[in-house]
């Protein structure tokens, strides 16, 4: 595993067997994908509120009594980061060599992190990996919502996960509904199929 700018393999060998994959996101799908995840901040906690009323916010406020702010935060930003790092490590446990190879390279872009294959994986293998995350932890927040957590932790965990996944989501469609192909190559700032 490891940590990069410029992906360390820019291109397949043979590259005339590959073709170039029309794959990427287009910046009006960056766009909507980013407000999609502000909007989604602002809906869960709407509907909180809504549903719960001026009560939704008692959970973080006797979760945050008594303690700086300072201390809040960064409560907040190492609960932001856990669930980030968990939802990569879900990625790159299906990477073809489990993460183990400087073939799988983390990254980090608009403050988020991800991870890339930067090597030959088959279609198959790779919808696996974009969706594994969304299968895995979303039939767990649902299994949260049976313990006692606030309504308010609850919300935000389920729309910081949906937010997380709905690229993942997109780019899971884009495989399935674009061109056939059995196997790619993901150099980040180009990808490859054959
Ligand atoms: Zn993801």
Known sequence: MRLFRIAAIRQP???????????????????ILSYASIALFFGVNALGLLIWGSAYFEGFASFAKGQSIALTTAYVIAALLAYHVMHELIHIALHPDRGLSDRTMIGVK??????????EISKENLLRVVI????????????????????????????????????????????????????????????YIK
Do not use: Q
């Not at 043979?14 to 996101?25: E, L, N, Q, T, Y």
């Not at 608009?110 to 090597?119: Q, T, W």
């Not at 932790?153 to 899971?172: K, Q």
């Open 132 to 191: 594994a995350p969304f299968a895995v932890l979303t039939p767990l927040c649902a299994l949260a919502a049976l313990a006692p957590f606030s309504p308010i932790f609850l919300a935000n965990m389920f729309g910081l996960h949906l937010s997380a996944c709905a690229g993942d989501l997109l780019l899971y469609r884009k495989l399935k509904n674009g061109p056939e192909f059995a196997w790619m190559w993901n150099a980040y700032t180009s990808a």
């Open 13 to 31: 060998d043979a590259v005339d067997s590959w073709r170039a994959a029309p794959i990427g996101f287009s910046l009006t799908e960056i766009r």
């Open 110 to 119: 608009a403050a988020a992190f991800f991870v890339i294959y930067n090597g």
